[in-house]
């Protein structure tokens, strides 16, 4: 006698389909997963609808990896119906984890937004002033937009989540041991995010070369300067989140070249990624004085788009009681 | 009176009542607090509004505890730290004025305007400067009404300034 | 019982809400606050008291915290700088950790500076409900003890300093004693007389500066300067710089033979000691009572400094003893000491900012402290009180408040102008015999002995006249007037203006902090106030300590004071560094950070913050690590760690968290 294997989704939300990649990126490795769990819903891959998933019983699936962020009535409905299938529901990757990418738009309102894609954006051209309508009944009964709402949210500030497994996109190390620990015989604490609890540093092949004490008079990004191969991105003036950024990612942007921009957010003692990673990088600043501060500060052009890249919507302001 | 509330009470008369905002405080042990000490041996008067937090230094403040108080509702937050070149350790002050330029900048992207997030150097001997700033605060907050998070209103510079209709996508 | 130290037990909190007289419970609804605090989550009990710091308020926590087993106290009274220790030790003696306690300050911060009470009292409500969540999360800690290192530096060599590092040397503990000057002695070796005794300043300074510069426990170092302090109470490290004065100390003895032979034969430079009213030569001795007697060299006025062909006759007059050294240079020495007192005084105002009294521009305007030298018999004119022609003055009028209860100037009450003005006109009138008018505005002269020497003075036929002076003028307008210096007053008793034609005026100059006195404060990390006076703990309860452990303040470099009041001040601080050199060690408040070493990514972002260099990284580890010794507890490296990966004890995140939040969930 065969006993059942258990069943694993995948799902996508606002999302850039990143996330969707390194499911793949797994590697010949999804294959232990294939031989471990049925992939019962991935519309990315496989032919599922919606109501397949709406005829299994409640709770049937083991778990729900789910990607991208929360903005139309749809994701909200689709997120809201695989947290009833599921035993547990994971947020999958930043934008589901803390908002994302596309929890930047959160700086906008809803219309700013619609505006400048309908209206304003140089690239746009609208003569008839065609706009996302109203219902439409044609033929085929009444036909409805998802509402597009005002807020980019996180998963959980939808529906319940279970576990977070965070990076944009989560690296294939994580990405596995996430999938096999769920499907083990210990699951880990409710509310775990699924990767190490402390900082890119740790981790980081820099580490090193890091001094003691850093006092910057400017920040540099990228294409300023010819960045040292070898040396701490800190050290060089770059803007590198590693230290307010949760590890595992095994420093892959660094590896390559490039700061870390904080997609895994924070570790766990920290409530707020961007708030911390202000605190650090303004103790790098070497100036007492107040207008040479403001003259340092300025060559970090957009500070809460590169503090909260990635967690705007999880910030504590976004989730200010009333708002 | 742009932050008043109006209701109707239970004999129909409209009544009009001013939010009064709500700022916390964090001082630090040896300069700001010992003035708002001073202050009170002093029975100097100033307004109720700010209800504060003492902490060792002003470097102890951490940007998250500021952003948790807006996110808990408070409509402003006033720092009082030692003068500079004066810190009781040293340096703290210092890492603290930089931490707070920074984060002034990341408030005003979220739509917390200036005037609800403050920085003063209070001596432990200012107690009267205590009530000075506290009383302008408030009075700033008032105006300002309670705190509301604008967002940026246009994506692209130079927009045609076309209203999206408001029933658009429901 | 509970198990208060774990944390896995619920919290069990007492409230306790203090009425301070009325002081609280006019302005704060004290029952309604009690009865809020009761209905707060994990409250079990909540009272009011009278007063909560007396014995019987104390004995309520102690009662409740075996009867109800609480685990947790919030006490809302006083600021907590006031009273914190006392409810501490209340929790220490009902068996529970002293750090179990938030207090709520609820007099200071509310009742005192708001009057509405509805406002207040839900003010209150907010303060008391945050410290409830906090203290739930408050941990044991305990406090650290460190070692005090017995000896004692004095800053300032002035009679404050003087008499306090002889009271310390007398008990037997070292003391380093720093004065800038070339000697000690301060101020009160400037004076003939001191009042209302009129007793010899000399005679009763001088054996003390005598004791000061031979005594076994007393290193004394003249012309030197405190660079750099470092460290904390009981272990302070300092820096002196010994500034050169081209003599060797050790080999001077004081003949003044080398004076004697200096190739000036009269002195042609400004005798700072004189004031400037007598002159001396490029080597000279400050004044023939100075200690140590050792001599110096200007190296603004001597010729061998200037040109290097000087016939050096100073040199050969020293002889063997080879004691002069042009090529000296300034040094610095450190010392190690377990306490500090600061006694540096404070500077007269400079009259010449009062333009209406003609100081610098009619040259017998003169300023009290200039007549102290005219009238001491080791003075210029040998105590003889003759003006700058020669001539002895028939008429003097004493101007009061020069610089002082001035809103244009100092608004402070200078507190011995009065006296000296006093006793300078006592001594003008016995030894010239000349009219003395006084000028002031209140005769301020309380103080033992003080308003009977005003007495005698009124009997001894001194004129005062109550008034502000508008100015002092040589215009006449009468023929009495010719050649005279006319004081233009209001005389407010009589109620018309007077004017008295004098041959000399005297300015009753104020007291002022010293000119540098904000970077000596810095040195020593104390507060000032707004004026520039060094600030006391507490005005009444520690007058002369300090917000800095270990360090002391006493004299005038406090505020205005006499020389009675300087040398009680002198002896208090004295006491208290003997009382802490006598603990032999001393407890450290536990505020002190450390890395959570499982959390640290080893970023090293703690280390460029850190002002004490308390943190190091540590290579086997990676990691970073807080030495408690070094860490003095600001908690700049917690709110820095971008991994949070750093607490400070008692101040940690979440403790600040609840705080806020408290504060903020309004009912």
Known sequence: MTREKPKIAFYWCASCGGCEEAVVDVAEQILDVVAAADIVFWPVALDFKRSDVEQMPDGSILATFLNGAIRTSEQEEMAGLLRRKSKYLVAFGSCSHLGGIPGLANFFTRESILQAVYFDAPTTENPDRVMPGLPLNDRHGELTLPYFSDRVRSLDQVVEVDYYVPGCPPQPKIVTRAVLTLLGEHPPTKGSVLAPDEALCTECPRKDSKPDKIALKAFRRPQEIQIDETQCLLAQGLLCLGPATRAGCEARCVEGNMPCTGCCGAPGRVREQGAKALSAIASLIDSQDESEIDQILATIPDPAGTFYRYSLPASLIHNKRGV | ?170 | MPDAHNPDTPPRIGVYVCHCGTNIAATIDVPALAEYAAGLPDVVVAREYKYMCSDPGQELIRQDIREHNLTRIVVASCSPLMHEPTFRGALVRAGINAFFLQMVNIREHVSWVHTNKEEATAKAKDLVRAAVRRVRLHKPLEKRRVEIKPEVLVVGGGIAGIHAALTIANSGKHVYLVERQPTIGGHMALFDKTFPTLDCAACILTPKMTAVGSHPNITLWTYAEVAAVEGYVGNYKVKVRHKPRYIVEDLCIGCQECVEACVYKEGRWADEFNLGLSKRKPIYLPFPQAVPQKVLIDPEACIEFKSHKCKKTCVEACGERKAIDFKQEASTEEIDVGSIIVSTGFKTFAAHRNACYGYGVYPNVYTSLEVERLVNASGPTSGEIVLRDGTTPKMVGIIHCVGSRDHNTNRWCSKVCCMYSLKLAHLIRERTGAEVYNFYIDMRTPGKGYEEFYDRLLDEGVHFIRGRVAEVADWPIHPSEEGKLVIRAEDTLAGFVRRIPVDMVVLSVGLEPQSDARDVRRLFNISCSEEGWFLERHPKLAPVSTFTDGVFIAGACQGPKDIPDSVAQAGAAAAEAMALADAKYVELEPYTAHVIEDACSGCKTCLTICPYTAIAFVEETKKARVNEVLCKGCGTCAATCPSGSIEQNLFEDQEIFEEVEGLLAYA
């Not at chain 2, 004066?86 to 005003?108: F, I, P, T, W």
């Open chain 2, 1 to 170: 009176m742009p932050n008043a509330i109006e209701s109707v009470s239970g004999n129909g008369q409209v009544s009009t009542e001013v939010a009064e905002p709500r700022i916390v405080g964090f001082f630090c042990t040896w300069c700001t607090y010992l003035a708002a000490d001073l202050a009170g041996t002093s029975r100097i008067k100033y307004a109720p509004n700010v209800r504060v937090i003492r902490v060792m230094c002003s470097g102890r403040i951490d940007p998250q505890f500021v952003l948790d108080a807006f996110a808990h509702g408070a409509d402003g937050v006033l720092i009082g730290g030692c003068h500079p070149g004066d810190c009781h350790y040293q340096q703290g002050n210092y890492n603290c004025l930089r931490r707070a330029r920074l984060l002034k900048r990341v408030l005003e992207q979220f739509g917390i305007e200036e005037e609800r997030f403050r920085l003063e150097w209070i001596s432990a001997a200012e107690g009267d400067r205590v009530r000075v700033v506290i009383d302008d605060m408030v009075e700033k907050l008032r105006k300002l009404g309670p705190l509301q998070l604008k967002r940026g209103p246009a994506l692209v510079r130079g927009g045609s300034g076309e209203q999206v209709p408001q029933e658009v996508g429901v």
